[in-house]
């Protein structure tokens, strides 16, 4: 059961324009979510993350959407540049819900993100 | 400041022969410690995590193992390996208290044949 989904696997943009890659949940008690990217070869790296509290959250060209009635989010990447090509995980876990989940991120399957020149 | 490493990074492996992944983590002590697996098709699956030397708790029924010999030390096994034990595996870590974001190592790439 895949309690976090990422339905396009690719998304191709141009550099300049904005890149949006969605991630759908199913589990109405995840209260914390994340961005991995991760290039070829090497492990995924944390982007950004954002608690069930808020609705946005801005780091930069990255800005993270949750809409918790439709339980989905998404990562915005403006302008989106060639070194952002790489593979995007959503991720999300119950941080608050008592006791500890010690990091049991459930992960999306990722989105192929190629940003062209 | 902290790093992560695992080896071997890629791997060839008959069925039914061992297996052993080995992680360190630097520059950091007591750090929680994960292994996950990135099956095709699928996202990252937390297969095991330890909060603490020789304490392992195991997220999904398989054929493999984990154990945390030292503090900084997590070794991923299995003792006859299966076809479906292919995959992209990741040793993570994570800080004391900050349970959510975690840092993984560069990725073993595991083929059973």
């Known amino acids: 059961d895949q309690q976090v989904k990422q339905n396009s696997p690719s998304l191709s943009v141009q550099e300049g324009r904005i890149s949006i890659l969605n991630c759908d949940y199913t589990n109405s008690m995840f209260d914390y979510f994340l961005w991995y990217k991760k290039y070829p070869a090497e492990g995924p790296t944390f982007l950004i993350s954002i608690s069930s509290i808020k609705d946005k959250n801005e780091d930069g060209r990255f800005t993270v959407f949750l809409n918790k009635s439709a339980k989905h989010l998404s990562l915005h990447i403006v302008p989106s540049q060639p070194g952002d090509s790489a593979v995007y995980f959503c991720a999300a876990t119950l941080a608050f819900a008592g006791g500890t989940s010690y990091g049991k991120l459930t992960f999306g399957q990722g989105t192929i993100l190629t940003v062209h020149p | 400041s902290q790093t992560i490493h695992q080896w071997p990074a890629t791997l060839v492996q008959p069925v039914g022969s061992p297996l052993s992944l080995e992680c360190t983590v630097e520059g950091t002590s007591n750090p929680n410690l994960y292994w996950y697996r990135q099956a095709a098709g699928r996202g990252l699956q937390l297969l095991f995590y330890s909060v603490g030397i020789g304490q392992i708790s195991s997220e999904v029924p ?52």
């Open chain 2, 62 to 113: 398989q054929n493999l193992s984990a154990s945390r010999p030292q503090d900084r030390q997590f070794i991923l096994s299995s003792k006859k390996l299966l076809l479906s034990d292919s995959g992209f595996y990741l040793c993570a870590w994570s800080v004391q208290g900050d349970l959510y974001t975690i840092y993984f190592g560069e990725g073993s790439w595991l083929t059973v044949v």
